[in-house]
């Protein structure tokens, strides 16, 4: 079992910074996906980035292209969100999420394990 922790969430102003933190604990070995989801009221859960726990390599849909890096490091069992140029249609929960097999890594089903998660609220 893999536990993960979501923090940095907050309130922001349209255009500024924020960085989400998920630290994972317990079983981390062999991970293959983590990902970053959201979810606003009202709305379906959404695919924000993803990460290749080996490679690296990271994905992201055209809504967050450009304003969002995923990152992660090994030694901490931490993935982090950076989220610049932020708008108020970034207002959500947002998710960690991760899993040891493989499947389409946009996709929040492919997910078994989920942290709690932490808001984003950003201002006009």
């Known amino acids: 079992q893999v536990q993960l922790v979501e923090s940095g969430g907050g309130l922001v102003q349209a255009g500024g910074s924020l960085r989400l933190s998920c630290a994972a604990s317990?079983?981390?070995?062999?991970?293959?996906?983590m990902g970053w989801f959201r979810q606003a009221p009202g709305l379906e859960r959404e695919f924000v980035a993803a990460?290749?726990?080996?490679?690296?390599?990271?994905y992201y849909p055209d809504t967050v292209k450009g304003r969002f890096t995923i990152s992660r490091d090994n030694a901490k069992n931490t993935v982090y969100l950076q989220m610049n140029s932020l708008k108020p249609e970034d207002t959500a929960v947002y998710y960690c999420?991760?899993?040891?097999?493989?499947?389409?890594?946009?996709?929040?089903?492919?997910?078994?394990?989920w942290g709690q998660g932490t808001q984003v609220t950003v201002s006009s």
């Open positions: 317990g079983r981390t070995f062999g991970a293959t996906y």
């Open positions: 990460i290749t726990w080996g490679l690296g390599r990271t």
């Open positions: 999420a991760t899993t040891y097999y493989g499947g389409k890594y946009y996709q929040s089903g492919t997910y078994p394990y």
